[in-house]
C-alpha cells in the first residue's frame, strides 16, 4: 500500500496526468532550459507529484524527448497550407509564424534546449534533416531541393531567433502579416525560383 | 607572502594573463554554454590559476561580459566590404559568414549563450539593436531601414544557427561562396530592393 502523495494533485486519469506533465514540461524547459529544469519544477508546474513525473517518463532526458515530439508529417503540412491564400512562399511563411511565434510553445522550448544540451540539438537536427529535407524534398523534385529547403528553413528560423528569444524591437513590432508580405518572396525564391547553379 | 599558484601557469605579464583567460573563457562558454562554464574550468582552458580568473574579471558574468565585446563599428564594417566583390548583398554576406562561421569565436559563444542566460541575451540584442540597427540604419537612410536590416541579419544568423550550432548536413556541405551566390541576392533585396510598403 503506497501513501498518497503529500502534495498535488492525486492521481487520476493516467492520460490527463500525462498530458499536464507533458505541458508542464515544456513550459519548464522552455523557461529555464534544459540544464536548469528540474522534475520537482516541472512536477509543481504540473500540479502532480515528482514521483509521477518519474513513473510516467523516466529520466528527465527521457521526458524531455517525449514533450518534444513534433510529429509533422510533410503531407500534412502541405495539405495544411493549400487552402491559405498568397503563393508559396506567404503561405509557408504564415503557417510557420503563428506556430512558431507562439510563446512557449514546442518549437520554442526545443530551440533554446538545442542550444545548450546535445540530445535537444540532435533531435532538432534530426527533425530538420529527415522531417523536413529528406520529407518534403520529393515534393520539390530538383536535385538541390535540400539545400533550398534548409535556405528557406534557416530564414525562418532566423526570425524566431530574433523576434522571439532574443526580442529585437524591429521585429516584434512588425505585424506578423507585414512579415509575410516582406518574407514570402525570399521563400518563394528559395523553393521554385531561379538560383545561381547549386548543389 | 602569498605562496605561488598550486598549479597552472605562473603570472607573468598581466596583459598577457587577461589575453589568455579571454580566450580560455570564449572556448569554455562556447562549449559548456555559460550555465555550465565554470571558473575552475576556464583557467584551466587558460592554463592558469582560477585566483587570478577572479583577480583579473571578477566575477563569472563580468567576465562573460569581457569577453564577448563585439566592438564592431558601422563605419569600420562599412569600410570592410567596399573592396570587395560583387553586390552589397553579397559582400555582406561574405563577410558575416566568414566572421561568424568560425568555430569557437566570440559569435558562437555569445548565440550560444544567448539562448540560456538572460545576460548574455541582453547583450546580444543590445549589440544588434544599438550596433548594427541604430548604427547602420542612417546609411540606408530609409524610414524602414531598422527593419530592413534586422530581416537581413535574421536571415544570416538563421544560417548561422542551422549550419554551425545544429550542423544542418546541407548546409555544412555547401561552399560559403555558393552560399554568397544565392543569399546575396535576398539581403540585397532586404537592405535596398523593393518591398510591399512597411514600416
Redesign the interface.
Known amino acids: 500500500m503506497t501513501a498518497r502523495p503529500a502534495r498535488g494533485r492525486r492521481p487520476g486519469d493516467p492520460a490527463v496526468t500525462r498530458r499536464a506533465v507533458l505541458e508542464g514540461a515544456r513550459a519548464t524547459f522552455a523557461e529555464a532550459?534544459y540544464?536548469?529544469a528540474t522534475i520537482r519544477a516541472i512536477a509543481s508546474a504540473a500540479g502532480v507529484d515528482p514521483s509521477l513525473v518519474h513513473h510516467y517518463f523516466g529520466t528527465k532526458e527521457e521526458l524531455f524527448v517525449a514533450a518534444h515530439e513534433l510529429p509533422l508529417s510533410p503531407a500534412d503540412a502541405l495539405a495544411a497550407l493549400a487552402d491559405d491564400e498568397g503563393t508559396l512562399g506567404e503561405r509557408v511563411t504564415r503557417a510557420y509564424l503563428s506556430a512558431a511565434l507562439t510563446e512557449g510553445g514546442p518549437f520554442e522550448s526545443l530551440?533554446?534546449a538545442?542550444?545548450?544540451n546535445p540530445t535537444a540539438?540532435t533531435m532538432?537536427?534530426r527533425f530538420?534533416?529527415r522531417g523536413m529535407?529528406d520529407g518534403l524534398a520529393p515534393y520539390l523534385g530538383t536535385p538541390d531541393a535540400?539545400?533550398r529547403?534548409?535556405?528557406a528553413?534557416?530564414?525562418?528560423?532566423?526570425?524566431f531567433?530574433?523576434?522571439q528569444?532574443?526580442?529585437?524591437?524591429?521585429?516584434r513590432r512588425?505585424d506578423p502579416e507585414?512579415l509575410v508580405?516582406?518574407?514570402g518572396?525570399?521563400i518563394d525564391?528559395?523553393l521554385t525560383g531561379e538560383?545561381?547553379p547549386?548543389g
Chains 1, 2 share one sequence.
Not at 528553413?153 to 526570425?159: C, E
Request: aromatic fraction near 2%; glycine fraction near 8%.
Open positions: 532550459g540544464e536548469r530551440v533554446r538545442a542550444m545548450t540539438r532538432l537536427r530538420i534533416e529535407l535540400r539545400l529547403l534548409i535556405l528553413g534557416s530564414h525562418l528560423i532566423g526570425l531567433m530574433a523576434r528569444v532574443l526580442g529585437v524591437d524591429a521585429l512588425a507585414q508580405r516582406v518574407v518572396p525570399t525564391r528559395y538560383l545561381d547549386v
